[in-house]
């Protein structure tokens, strides 16, 4: 419903969603944040950050800003998620701070591509690992494609501006666990949540096992010389001056320690991104005023952990810099890891052959139990725009018996199967890391005016650190951002063009809204 145009938006603290089954404890809303948050960038980013940085220190360094702004951010969300648990999470804490206008654009931007697209790639990376076990499974095993004016020597789909356009068996994979894990949840939140239990345990589990076994049974001499001691600060110094390329193809230009620190924050922000995705879910959480905060607060804490430790593994087994034409692994090193895939060069150095085969299980675990939480999280998000007017009115419906999104579920499992097919998400990944960035900016301004314009709301939990450690957030993620804008312009100015082209749509949606009420 809407008037004049603008939704009419009811009020958060006094309207629960009420239709949803309470399903989600404080384990599986906890799950529901770490399992969202692993996927496969864990395995692979630290290649690329340690090109980037060439240094042991700062390979370290990158993943602890990483972990101390996720960290900060879950903390300040945990006050707008107990001031407001509502189905939409981030949406509706944008549209009730900052107006509809904002809330829309990062509905719009999630369903575009931060959710889907993240979906599709998890569900690529799959297909990819199950094919070390079935290789008839593979992106050059194409079923069919789309053949136009293709050039002589080019085999398969023709590229479309560097996007393949067909379907192999890889991304067939990708399509078929999308199906299955989009049903699977219109059969209720605690079916859902279950499958994230189970899978979250156990990639955690390999997180773990892969940390203690570098530890204590890994330990590469080679690696401990090449990385540790005097060799750990190599080119970590404050003054330092670090090369990095403008652009694709652009300049080579000399740039201090905190700027290519900003610059590596691509890869292991969109590694630990998705942990607010229980929010989406807070009208299905047991008493959400409790365990969303707190499954914000230790879900975040406990992928971080990980997340190091992972690193401080690869460091134990690998040296960081290598040749990208070594012919061993160790000569190869972290930065040149075959198809960046640190995780398996880490694990094939310590077992060999069976190392491979391991890593690989391991990224499908992960993989399908992240898939399984951002399936169920995201639909929640579009059935809050439905509800506002601002998405197809069916996706506001829940499934009479299972009171689930079913049709939130579906329109979003089909835009996945496109992405799939197309190839484009990963072109697009790489466009909204930036976006993504200014959103959680945008929401934590927000805290900050609801205390001015809502002093007295209930608030069961305040933010950690109010007003320092949110106010440090905002400055440090806004520089990350302007140095994007400055030196990654190929990540950063077509995520906001895909976020500015939500405003037409807002107000068509909008006018659209507004007709049918009248």
């Keep these: 419903m809407s008037v004049d145009g603008k939704p009419v938006v009811a009020n958060t603290e006094s309207s629960p969603d009420r239709e949803f089954v309470k399903g989600l404890g404080l384990t599986s809303s906890t799950m529901?944040?770490?399992g969202s948050m692993i996927g496969s960038g864990i395995f692979i980013v630290s290649a690329e950050i340690a090109r980037e940085v060439n240094s042991p220190a700062l390979l370290i360094a990158a993943w602890a800003v990483t972990g101390f702004l996720t960290i900060v951010a879950a903390l300040s969300y945990g006050e707008l998620a107990a001031m407001m648990p509502r189905v939409g999470g981030q949406y509706v804490y944008l549209r009730e701070?900052?107006?509809?206008l904002w809330g829309f654009l990062y509905g719009w931007t999630l369903?575009?591509?931060?959710?889907t697209g993240t979906i599709a790639a998890v569900g690529v990376a799959f297909g990819k690992f199950l094919g070390v076990f079935f290789p008839a499974i593979s992106s050059s095993h194409w079923l069919f494609g789309l053949h136009w004016a293709a050039p002589s020597y080019q085999i398969g789909p023709v590229l479309l501006g560097g996007m393949q356009v067909g379907l192999n068996t890889q991304n067939l994979m990708a399509v078929l666990m999308v199906v299955a894990l989009s049903i699977i949840n219109i059969f209720g939140i605690k079916t859902g949540a279950l499958i994230q239990d189970v899978f979250t345990f156990a990639k955690v589990s390999a997180l773990l096992g892969l940390v203690l076994v570098g530890l204590f049974i890994g330990r590469n001499a080679q690696?401990?010389?090449?990385?540790?001691?005097?060799?750990?600060w190599h080119n970590a110094g404050l003054g330092a001056l670090h090369?990095?390329?403008v652009g694709a193809g652009g300049a080579v230009v000399l740039v201090s320690t905190l700027t290519i620190l900003a610059v590596a924050q691509v890869g292991s922000l969109f590694s630990a991104d998705a942990w607010n995705n229980v929010t989406f879910t807070a009208g299905e959480v047991i008493n959400p005023k409790r365990n969303l905060p707190l499954s914000l607060a230790l879900g975040?804490?406990?992928?971080?952990s990980l997340y190091i430790g992972c690193n401080i593994i690869y460091l134990n087994v690998l040296p960081l810099m290598g040749t990208a034409d070594g012919t061993t692994i160790l000569q190869r090193g972290i930065q040149h890891a075959t198809e960046d895939r640190v995780a398996t060069a880490a694990l094939t150095q310590m077992f060999g052959a069976l190392g491979g085969y391991l890593m690989a299980g391991a990224i499908m675990i992960s993989s399908f139990g992240c898939n399984n939480g951002l399936i169920l999280a995201g639909a929640r998000v579009y059935y809050a725009m439905a509800k506002d007017g601002l998405f197809f009115r069916s996706a506001g419906e829940l499934h009479p018996k299972y009171k689930t999104?079913?049709?939130?579920?579906?329109?979003?499992m089909v835009w996945i199967c496109i992405l799939c097919l197309s190839g484009s998400y990963g072109q697009l990944l790489d466009y909204v890391v930036f976006a993504v960035l200014v959103f959680y900016i945008l929401t934590i301004v927000g805290l900050f005016v609801l205390r001015y314009t809502r002093p007295d709301a209930e608030r069961p939990y305040k933010a950690f650190g109010y007003p320092v450690l949110?106010?440090?957030?905002?400055?440090?993620?806004?520089?990350?951002?302007?140095?994007?804008?400055r030196y990654k312009p190929q990540f950063t100015w077509p995520g906001l063009i895909i976020v500015l082209l939500g405003i037409p749509v807002y107000f068509a949606w909008s006018r659209k809204s507004h007709d049918a009420a009248v």
């Design 223 to 232: 690696a401990l010389a090449a990385n540790f001691g005097a060799n750990f």
């Design 111 to 115: 369903f575009a591509v931060i959710q």
């Design 405 to 412: 999104p079913a049709a939130s579920l579906m329109v979003q």
């Design 470 to 485: 949110p106010a440090i957030y905002i400055v440090m993620a806004i520089f990350i951002d302007v140095v994007l804008l």
């Design 243 to 245: 090369p990095v390329q």
């Design 300 to 304: 975040t804490g406990i992928v971080i």
């Design 97 to 100: 701070s900052l107006g509809p």
């Design 32 to 34: 529901l944040v770490t």
